[in-house]
């Protein structure tokens, strides 16, 4: 079973510049996740969707990040104007369902965001 | 406000001991417990998870303990190995996970030489 694919891997930009990752997550996962996580610091929920529905979006800075999963299945997490404070790995993660004792999540490797 | 707490950023252990690496919390909410494994440049992988009505999990070398009243996790390895080294997450979750929403922990980097 193919595992969640991120790109780019790693991606400088200077501030209030624009980036876009994108994530693939396991075939068949009805839920995705896009974490935000700082150095040294655990990762961070930004969104959630189930299917190509918003679950969560609390944490989102919707000023500046948007994120949507076309026909349920691929994600792009989008960042318009970059601020300094943005430089994080983004995690994108998928699971089968919802619930977290019905399946763990299950991590791509993340794209490492550098802002200058 | 952090959550989930661990208070240990990083644990040296000799191949062969115990590791012990510890996580609290403070939401009284929380009711499900897991620990993710996270190697450089990877994202994390699910470890060891533990439910609230339990206070014991184990599988294979891992082990996890809840203690509730303390508001306290562990997670116990034995047999430590060199390739458990590696950065440790605690994360946590309310309603028996049904959002999935998870809380993370700051991390304990576990270095076991050889």
């Known amino acids: 079973e193919a595992g969640v694919a991120q790109s780019p891997r790693y991606k400088i930009i200077e501030k209030r510049q624009s980036v876009a990752f994108w994530c693939n997550p396991i075939?068949?996962?009805?839920?995705l996740y896009w974490y935000q996580q700082i150095l040294g610091q655990g990762p961070k929920l930004l969104i959630q969707?189930?299917?190509?529905?918003?679950?969560?979006d609390s944490q989102l800075p919707k000023d500046r990040f948007s994120a949507e999963r076309l026909k349920g299945v691929d994600s792009t997490l989008k960042i318009q104007p970059a601020k300094l404070e943005d430089s994080a790995v983004y995690l994108c993660?998928?699971?089968?369902?919802?619930?977290?004792?019905?399946?763990?999540?299950?991590f791509g490797e993340g794209s490492r965001l550098t802002v200058l | 406000d952090q959550q989930v707490k661990q208070n240990s950023p990083s644990l040296s252990v000799q191949e062969g001991r115990i590791s012990i690496l510890n996580c609290d919390y403070t939401?009284?909410?929380?009711?499900?417990f897991l620990w993710y494994k996270k190697y450089p440049a990877e994202g994390p992988t699910f470890l060891i998870s533990i439910s609230s009505i339990k206070d014991k999990n184990e599988d294979g070398r891992f082990t996890v303990f809840l203690n509730k009243s303390a508001k306290h996790l562990s997670l116990h390895i034995v047999p430590s190995q060199p390739g458990d080294s590696a950065v440790y997450f605690c994360?946590?979750?309310?309603?028996?996970?049904?959002?999935?929403?998870?809380?993370f922990g700051t991390g304990t980097l576990l270095a076991v030489q050889p």
């Open positions: 075939s068949g996962h009805a839920t």
């Open positions: 994360a946590a979750s309310a309603f028996g996970g049904a959002t999935n929403k998870l809380i």
């Open positions: 969707f189930q299917n190509n529905g918003v679950v969560d």
């Open positions: 939401n009284s909410m929380f009711d499900y």
């Open positions: 993660a998928s699971s089968r369902g919802t619930g977290a004792n019905t399946g763990e999540l299950f």
